[in-house]
């Protein structure tokens, strides 16, 4: 029987230097829950449930507004929060006994109050199996011949904040959704019913067109819920990201130290910058994306290394159509260790098939290719997007060919559901086995 359950949240003061005030928490979050796997900064014109071209490799969830505030006679203003996902997701692996299937229901259900500058939100998040022959990651559940789906039963709490916001500033703190640029390092792995928050304080703030946010977390809630050994890991996370746009231009860079109590082989710390923009070529509009960043041991870490990230892309779009290649590289430091993306929304990047969500210590390259299309949307028509993309996946260090994997998807909105079908097939040479995974999907929000 499923029970409330939670830790206990951390609650700190912070303060921001002057900015531009951000937007409402509410609406915010609700941007960032419609596209868990997606990129703040992609392109303004990108399909609500269909990730952007230019800087993502995962398809959008659905998402929607928060419902109109509610003014009560104290001057608060109560907003609900509700959104329901049901899946079906089955898993293949030549490297397990048995074909996994699981139908699972995900609910979060929330409130937020906000006054003034003032606002605090709650929500928890359930979810159920109404079919689990499934590995679902607990111990002891009697599924282990099965491939593991990351979808565990749970209710927990899954975010409690206080925010301020100042004029110019805002300062949250509490159990909170993190996610940064295109949440390649820190994110909230929307893909997973379960989210991953982090118990932090926060502070955002902007000064033109620079925006400053900095984060310390002492937790960090993962994706495998309340029963899980595995529920939380504790730490000292300190986040922090700077950006500058001008016009179709951003660039950020970023600082990430990460130093686990009991997760040791994934302490760290990160640097790095990443910069994209759009430009047009007569009919074509071409978008790119280039990032560089270095990674060491810190804290509590058992290997001393040093290793490099590269992350190129560019994409041509003409009329429905979008193509794109890329390049992205996890490097490695001789076979000792590798470049590491702890805190990261994962299923976005190097195939959706999950094959690499811990880095191999030979390292990863993974060359890609994307063609995209939306279809319709117009006079209110709903539009379908359509995606398929080839990886080709190699080590950094010694040669090896891990091997190759195709994904495809279909997604489309009926009024408040999005609608998606998805479909991986990992080919493997010389790392894993050979995978085929296939979901179907609808999500409402309320």
Known sequence: ????????????????????????????????????????????????????????????????TPAPAVHTPDAWRLAPLFTARLRYEGVASEGAGRHAEAVTLRARFGLEARRDGLSLLVEGEGTAALADGYNDTLPGNGAEPFPVIA????????????????????????????????????????????????DAVRGEAAIGPVAIDFAYAAAQRTIFGAYSPG????????????TVRRGPFEGRAFAYLVDYDRRPAFSSQTYG????????????????????????DHGSGPVAYRADYVDAEVAAASGPFTLAAGYEKLGSDEGVAAFQTPLATLHAFNGWADMFLATP???????????????????????????????????????????????????????????LAKYAHYDARDFGADTRKFWLQAEYAF
């Open 151 to 198: 979808d565990p039963e749970t209710l927990e709490l899954n975010r409690a904040q206080l925010s301020w916001r100042g004029g110019p500033a805002t300062v949250t703190v509490g159990r909170q959704r993190i996610v940064h640029g295109n949440a390649r390092f820190v994110g909230n792995v929307g893909w997973r019913q379960n989210e991953q928050t982090f």
């Open 1 to 64: 029987m499923m029970r409330f359950h939670h830790r206990p949240i951390l609650f700190a003061a912070a303060t921001a230097s002057s900015a531009i005030a951000p937007a409402p928490l509410a609406a915010r979050d609700a941007a960032q829950d419609a596209a868990p796997d997606a990129a703040p900064d992609a392109a303004p014109d990108a399909p609500a449930h269909v990730a952007p071209d230019a800087a993502n490799r995962a398809p959008r969830q659905a998402g929607g």
């Open 273 to 296: 910058a990443i910069a994209s923009g759009a430009t047009a070529l007569g009919r074509l509009e071409l978008r790119y994306r280039a990032g560089y960043a270095v990674q060491s």
């Open 231 to 242: 529920e939380s890991h504790d730490g000292d996370f300190w986040l922090a990201s700077g």
């Open 361 to 419: 210590p030979a390292g990863l390259r993974d060359r890609h290719v994307r063609l995209s299309a939306r279809f319709g949307g117009a006079d209110g028509e709903a539009a379908i997007d359509a995606q398929i993309a080839y990886h080709r996946f190699d080590s950094d260090y010694a040669d090896i060919a891990y091997g190759q994997e195709w994904n495809l998807s279909l997604g489309t909105r009926l009024g408040p559901v999005a609608l």
